[in-house]
């Protein structure tokens, strides 16, 4: 049964690699992400791409994405944030992680940064902006539909 079942399961594991697909992100000094919500279908590759298109320069405001896993609320893991500065306001314990998608990292006005990652199961995955009080503003979420 199992060596029957093989070709079948590599056809269908080939087609979903094939339908990648691009979500584009932004933010800028107002605190809010644009758009607030995606729709991808679960087992497709998803790149994020993640625009700070605030003021540049030394004092530019840095914006990140957290992207979550169904089932974890931002207030409580933004908690765990704020007291990971030295790692970008990210925590980097085995926990935390084991709660996280994966984030997009720290950036200044003017730059872009992405995260790729293959849609899981089915559900809602919200995602903010850890840098210390944005999450209240910067949130939004990826919506997994079924195959
Ligand atoms: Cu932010």
Avoid at 59 to 64: F, L, P, T, V, Y
Avoid at 75 to 103: L, W
Wanted: glycine residues 10%; contains cysteine; hydrophobic residues 40%.
């Amino acid at each position: 049964m199992r060596a029957f079942l093989a070709p079948l399961l590599f056809a269908i594991a080939t087609a979903h690699a094939a339908d990648a697909v691009k979500l584009e992100l932004s933010a800028d000094d107002r605190m809010v992400f644009s758009p607030g919500s995606f729709e991808v279908t679960s087992g497709q590759k998803v790149t994020l791409v993640f625009s700070n298109k605030g003021a540049k320069g030394e004092k530019s405001m840095k914006h990140n994405v957290v992207l979550l896993k169904p089932g974890n609320t931002i207030i409580g893991f933004a908690v765990k944030c704020n007291a990971a500065a030295a790692s970008g306001y990210v925590p980097t314990d085995a926990a935390s992680r084991e709660q996280m998608v994966g984030h997009v990292r720290l950036i200044s006005g003017g730059q872009s940064a992405s995260l790729t990652f293959t849609a899981g199961e089915p559900g809602d995955y919200p995602f903010f902006c850890s840098s210390p009080g944005h999450f209240d503003k910067m949130q939004g979420r990826i919506t997994v539909k079924p195959r």
